[in-house]
């Protein structure tokens, strides 16, 4: 029997992953339908994308709305100043969550970018004046270091994680 390329291994991880994208719980059959193969060999392709850490999550889209919270992005711009280690700590760790846990805040996604800002936050809150809040002890929290904060509301997810949003049609009253 011959050796499988690495091209079409690639191919095979990357059918899987599109799938679980679309619906990262859907069952291991489902998937080996979709994808054409055996179930053995989605369950042993997923297995080895966990142990390399290409997949390192699943995760549930939550409709905000229904859980009475808003949603949005803070865009952070950081001054010229060396970051201090305790700022980094705090950055790349979880201590961040005990200072939004207090403000009912939920930190969704946190990236550090490249361009005009350095810093990306999408939360979730109760409302417009809680994200306010976040914001201001974040400032407070590295003082002299984060030059501007930028808060964002998502009025309307068209896509959200990979997934078209099913009450799209509430776009137009957006638009």
């Not at 994208?21 to 979709?34: F, P």
């Not at 994200?131 to 998502?154: D, N, P, R, Y």
């Amino acid at each position: 029997m011959p050796r499988i390329s690495r091209d079409q291994i690639n191919k095979d991880e990357n059918k899987i992953l599109n799938e679980l994208e679309k619906k990262s719980n859907e069952s291991i059959d489902v998937l080996a339908k979709k994808c054409g193969f055996s179930r053995q060999k989605v369950w042993r392709i997923i297995k080895r994308l966990e142990e390399n850490r290409f997949i390192w999550g699943y995760s549930v889209i939550v409709d905000e709305e229904k859980r009475n919270l808003r949603h949005f992005t803070v865009l952070i711009q950081r001054t010229m100043k060396n970051l201090e280690e305790k700022t980094i700590d705090i950055i790349t760790s979880r201590k961040l969550e005990d200072l939004v846990f207090n403000l009912e805040i939920t930190i969704e996604n946190s990236f550090y970018t490249h361009g005009e800002y350095d810093w990306i936050l999408t939360i979730t809150a109760k409302d417009l004046q809680h994200a306010k809040k976040f914001c201001e002890s974040l400032k407070a929290l590295h003082q002299g270091v984060l030059e501007k904060i930028t808060l964002i509301e998502t009025l309307f997810f068209v896509k959200h994680h990979y997934i078209l949003n099913p009450d799209a049609k509430r776009l137009k009253d957006f638009l």
